[in-house]
T-cell receptor, first 115, second 108 residues
Framework: SQTIHQWPATLVQPVGSPLSLECTVE??????LYWYRQAAGRGLQLLFY??????ISSEVPQNLSASRPQDRQFILSSKKLLLSDSGFYLC??????????????FGSGTRLTVV | KNEVEQSPQNLTAQEGEFITINCSYS?????LHWLQQHPGGGIVSLFM???GKKKHGRLIATINIQEKHSSLHITASHPRDSAVYIC??????????FGAGTRLTVKP
C-alpha cells in the first residue's frame, strides 16, 4: 500500500533561519507531488507541484523553494524565513495521469511557527 | 472571489443530528473532493467524485455538475465527527483549489 511521510510535525524557527521540510512517498512510482500551505484562518494554497525528478512548478512567488532529488522525495526549503512563512504545510501525492480517476493523499502536515 | 465557496463556515450540532455542508464552484471541474481535517491538522480524503453520489458509512457526498454544487451529509452525527471539512476542486492533475472549510462541532 502507498504511504506518505512528512516531517517534522512541528517546528519553531527564528526569522532569518533556513528551512527544510521533507516528504517521502512509499509504494508507488513516479507520483505527482505537491506542497500546500494553510495560513491561519485561511484555506489551503498550492505552493509547488512536481511531475518528475527535478521538475518543479511554482504557483505562488514567495520566499520558498522546492526540490525533488529523488522520485519519491519532495523537499520544501527556504534560505531565510520570514514571519509570514508561519503556517501549516502539507505534502500530498497523486498518481500521474488524468486526475478524474485518481485521488490525492495528504501527509500529516508540519506546523511551522516563525518567531 | 474564491473559486470554491463553502457554507456554513461554522456549524454546531447536537449528537444524532443530520448535517449538511454545501460547496459551490465557479467553473467546470474534473473532480470534487471532500476532505476532513482534525484539530491536529492532519487531512484525510473522504470522497472524490465527478458525478452522482457516493456513500461511506454515515457520510454521503453528492454533486450536481450542471449546478456546480456539491453537498456533504453526515447522518446520525457524533462528537468524533467534529472537524473541519474542506471542499476542493481539481481541473487537472496539477491544480487543486480549496474552499475555506467548514468547522463542525458536534456536542454530546
Amino acid at each position: 500500500s502507498q504511504t506518505i511521510h512528512q516531517w517534522p510535525a512541528t517546528l519553531v524557527q527564528p526569522v532569518g533561519s533556513p528551512l527544510s521540510l521533507e516528504c517521502t512517498v512509499e509504494g508507488t512510482s513516479n507520483p505527482n507531488l505537491y506542497w500546500y500551505r494553510q495560513a491561519a484562518g485561511r484555506g489551503l494554497q498550492l505552493l509547488f507541484y512536481s511531475v518528475g525528478i527535478g521538475q518543479i512548478s511554482s504557483e505562488v512567488p514567495q520566499n520558498l523553494s522546492a526540490s525533488r532529488p529523488q522520485d519519491r522525495q519532495f523537499i520544501l526549503s527556504s534560505k531565510k524565513l520570514l514571519l509570514s512563512d508561519s503556517g501549516f504545510y502539507l505534502c500530498a501525492w497523486s498518481r500521474a495521469g488524468a486526475s478524474s480517476g485518481h485521488g490525492y493523499t495528504f501527509g500529516s502536515g508540519t506546523r511551522l511557527t516563525v518567531v | 472571489k474564491n473559486e470554491v465557496e463553502q457554507s456554513p463556515q461554522n456549524l454546531t450540532a447536537q449528537e444524532g443530528e443530520f448535517i449538511t455542508i454545501n460547496c459551490s464552484y465557479s467553473v467546470g471541474i474534473s473532480a470534487l473532493h471532500w476532505l476532513q481535517q482534525h484539530p491536529g491538522g492532519g487531512i484525510v480524503s473522504l470522497f472524490m467524485l465527478s458525478s452522482g453520489k457516493k456513500k461511506h458509512g454515515r457520510l454521503i457526498a453528492t454533486i450536481n455538475i450542471q449546478e456546480k454544487h456539491s453537498s456533504l451529509h453526515i447522518t446520525a452525527s457524533h462528537p468524533r465527527d467534529s472537524a473541519v471539512y474542506i471542499c476542493a476542486v481539481s481541473w487537472n492533475n496539477n491544480d487543486m483549489r480549496f474552499g475555506a472549510g467548514t468547522r463542525l462541532t458536534v456536542k454530546p
